[in-house]
């Protein structure tokens, strides 16, 4: 093992220094802010996802005050996981220095994974997960230790903490399984403990869920509505081409779990492998769902090529030169490495009505900041007592999130918002005599209070358009019951 380790170190570095200099720039994502603000609300669920994403934003509190570095840096190791992950996988499936080599490159040269290994998002750690559990698998091919079966089980335990889709790999390993040796597995107590340790990790959340009345159904039911049935069918395998050049090691593991010889041990890999993507695929997922699934199979695709490949070992380098390079140039348009003003330029962006038409990642990380200096100032503009009594009411969980976490270096009060999450949180001071209205509509105010001012309409020529030309208002007096208007919005919070 020591003979690889260079190799895999060099990859690592090279991982982690290209995700460190894109983590530094521009500014947080509005998910992100979400992420973040549930760390400052910890529980056992949330409305949009499981705890874990909270812990990990807690933890990046405690480490780093949540600055933006910081944070990214959680999901960034994520992907060096990966990486590494990816490398051993090729390693225990028989592969020796050019399989690991290769591999590794996969994941250096498939570019979503960078997109996916700077934002502080759960699929990163989805990903980190299912690799995780792909690996524990073929280690106990390799050897039928019990603790494997063990690890297999925690693994699944903490990715269902993270995230609900790790139960489409769970599936599709449980079919996997009963292909292997005849379904024998099915009949060793350790694989039953290892699902009850899983269920145990995971019991919090259920019980959670039921406490709140399964809010993951109201979500999933409005993800599906808005988003999901939206989607094109084809649009879910049409993504998988847009890398073809490791779409290419890919199908090479593919075929070769599922009826190659060198790897016909791990058919039970294949299996699962194509029993998820088309569980995916029919389920209507959104394309980067399946993107898990990547490492295991550019692990088993290098193990091919270098056996193909074993009278002209050098080729090998050559396949991974071809894997790797025409992936540069796309870099920075899916990890901000380049300064904005650069990328503008890169990208060859024009300039229309004052604003600049980015990518949705990269422009939901502008504008901000600029949002809570504006709130800051309004804020300090009210007499003592006002800011004493004072809510600041966000439109959405972007806004309320920026608030909440860049707000504490201005010292503004924690923020509501009837979006997500934020409803659970609560309204604060039904009482206050001012409200500071962030993002909501006209019509909105007006329905809720008798004394409504408009402070300014924001703009800002790199933000997303849904954050440009909203409004921010003073306003008084409600006119509605403060509670009463909260509760009736339970139905709409995904809205």
Known sequence: MKKYLPIIFILTVIKLIIQLLGNRNYGFHRDELLHLSASEHLDWGFMEFPPFIAFIGKISDWLFDYSLIGVRLFPTLAGVGI???????????????????????????????????????PVAFNQFFWTLGFYFIIRFINSQDKKFLILMGITLGIGLMNKYTILVWAFGIFVGLLFYKNGQLFRNKWLYISALIALLIFLPNIIWQIQNDLPILKHLEVLNREQLANINPWDFGLEQLSSPFTL?????????????????KYRVVGISLLVIFCSLWLLNSKAYYAFAIYPVLFAGGAVKIE??????????????????????????????????????????????????????????????????????????????????????WAENYGEAGAIQILGDKYGLPDPISRHGSFW????????????????????????????????????????????????????????????????DYKEHVFD
Not at 96 to 119: D, E, M, Q, W
Not at 248 to 264: A, C, R
Not at 346 to 372: H, P, S
Request: aromatic content about 12%; proline content about 5%.
């Open 83 to 121: 990486l590494i992950l990816c490398c051993l996988m090729a390693k225990n499936l028989g592969g020796k220095t050019r399989a690991i080599f290769l591999s590794g490159v996969c994941i250096l040269a498939f570019i979503p994974f960078y997109r996916n290994h700077t934002l502080f998002q």
């Open 248 to 264: 290419v090691i890919s199908l090479f593991g593919l075929t070769s779990f599922i009826g190659g010889e060198n790897l016909k």
């Open 307 to 392: 056996s193909i490949l074993d009278k002209k070992p050098n080729w090998v380098y050559a396949v991974a030169a071809i894997v790797l390079i025409p992936s540069i140039p796309f870099i920075p348009e899916a990890t901000p490495i380049l300064p904005i003003k650069t990328l503008v330029g890169y990208t060859e962006k024009k300039e229309i009505n004052g604003r600049f038409e980015l990518t949705d990642d990269y422009a939901d990380m502008f504008g901000w900041e600029e949002q809570v200096k504006l709130v800051d100032s309004v804020y300090n503009s009210l007499s003592p007592m006002e800011r004493k009594n004072c809510v600041i």
């Open 424 to 487: 659970m949180w609560g309204y604060g001071n039904k009482n206050a005599s001012v409200w500071i209205s962030i993002g909501n509509e006209k019509e909105s105010v007006e329905h809720a209070f008798n004394e409504v001012e408009l402070v300014k309409i924001i703009e800002h020529k790199y933000a997303i358009s849904e954050e440009n030309g909203i409004p921010l208002y003073i306003c008084r007096r409600p006119k509605v019951d403060i509670d009463k208007w909260w509760n």
